[in-house]
């Protein structure tokens, strides 16, 4: 784990466990919430690695803070320092989609009816608040506790005018 203090901020509201993913910019850590025993995903992001991409965190941000929708992943919360950005977010046991494919080899019809469903739900709703998603794949979509679509991943959306 790196030093304390680029992590102290969390110090008494979270502890941090192991690594759960990682992507181009960000960590993603699972969490404990310290009062509430709840499990979160947090997904750590260094200022200085992300330059001239920070813009698109914001809208990342932004846009989580907006979009409250059952098959879109939670943002609960964000806390930033001079040189971090931590976003605790709504953790999902199941893992990715694609992952999840690739064990089964294909999805039963009726399997894959069901998370189309939640899929075209999420984007309509994200649609009607003005959002794009722009990287809509199944590494992008996590399944929860009770095999349900959560979309994930908006540092490529756009809020078109």
Known sequence: MPSSSSYSVLDGLYTLHETIGTGGFAKVKLGVHCLTGE???????????LGHDLPRVKLEIAAMKELHHQHICRLYQVIETDEKIFMMLEYCPGGELFDYIVSKDRLKENEARFFLRQIISALAFIHDVGYAHRDLKPENLLLDEDQNL????????????
Request: charge should be positive.
């Open 150 to 161: 959560k979309l994930i991943d908006f540092g490529l959306c756009a809020k078109p005018q």
């Open 39 to 49: 499990r979160v995903a947090v997904k750590i992001m260094d200022k200085k690695s």
